[in-house]
T-cell receptor, first 111, second 109 residues
Framework: DAGVIQSPRHEVTEMGQEVTLRCKPISGHDYLFWYRQTMMRGLELLIYFNNNVPIDDSGMPEDRFSAKMPNASFSTLKIQPSEPRDSAVYFC?????????FGQGTRLTVV | DQQVKQNSPSLSVQEGRISILNCDYTNSMFDYFLWYKKYPAEGPTFLISISSIKDKNEDGRFTVFLNKSAKHLSLHIVPSQPGDSAVYFCAASDGKSTFGDGTTLTVKP
């Protein structure tokens, strides 16, 4: 298996633009997580899905953030409109038990 | 309120010596604990875990100790190697994982 695949690896966008981050989890994993890593807040959970259903989105910072999982092999995290304080590395992870497998992350820079 | 804390942002040890990374948690509902290692420009990778019914788990050079009464766990690396230099995240799970802020370990040759 290729592991968790995230795209793009790097994204630079202007403030106010819409940003969409993509994730392909490992086949057979029934949990999918979106994390954000910043210097100030460390690695924080934004939202997670179980069997494509959002279970807990309490970590989503604002209504500007939304996440979907239309099927077991694809998820998106969208920010609209983006702001400079959204600049961070966004990780997607999937798991079938307690151990999570992370993608390589998307480094988002909002200027 | 941060439920998982790694109070040491960084740790530096000499090659061949022991590295001890610490983690404290507050939520008694956590029943599974994990350590992840992260290199720059990569996602965290699983290192070792322990269930709350155990107090020790060992895998090669890596050993995790759990003290439930103190709500404390630690990761021991013996002997430490320069390739162990990375950021180490502690995570506690009650179904979903809550991560600490990480400790940057530097192992000097």
């Amino acid at each position: 298996d290729a592991g968790v695949i995230q795209s793009p690896r790097h994204e630079v966008t202007e403030m106010g633009q819409e940003v969409t981050l993509r994730c392909k989890p490992i086949s057979g994993h029934d949990y999918l997580f979106w994390y954000r890593q910043t210097m100030m807040r460390g690695l924080e959970l934004l939202i997670y899905f179980n069997n494509n259903v959002p279970i807990d989105d309490s970590g989503m910072p604002e209504d500007r953030f939304s996440a979907k999982m239309p099927n077991a092999s694809f998820s998106t995290l969208k920010i609209q409109p983006s702001e400079p304080r959204d600049s961070a590395v966004y990780f997607c992870a999937s798991s079938t038990e307690r151990r999570a497998f992370f993608g390589q992350g998307t480094r988002l820079t909002v200027v | 309120d941060q439920q998982v804390k790694q109070n040491s942002p960084s740790l530096s040890v000499q090659e061949g010596r022991i590295s001890i990374l610490n983690c404290d948690y507050t939520n008694s509902m956590f029943d599974y604990f994990l350590w992840y290692k992260k290199y720059p420009a990569e996602g965290p990778t699983f290192l070792i875990s322990i269930s709350s019914i155990k107090d020790k788990n060992e895998d090669g050079r890596f050993t995790v100790f759990l003290n439930k009464s103190a709500k404390h766990l630690s990761l021991h690396i013996v002997p430490s190697q320069p390739g162990d230099s990375a950021v180490y995240f502690c995570a506690a799970s009650d179904g979903k994982s809550t991560f600490g802020d990480g400790t940057t370990l530097t192992v000097k040759p």
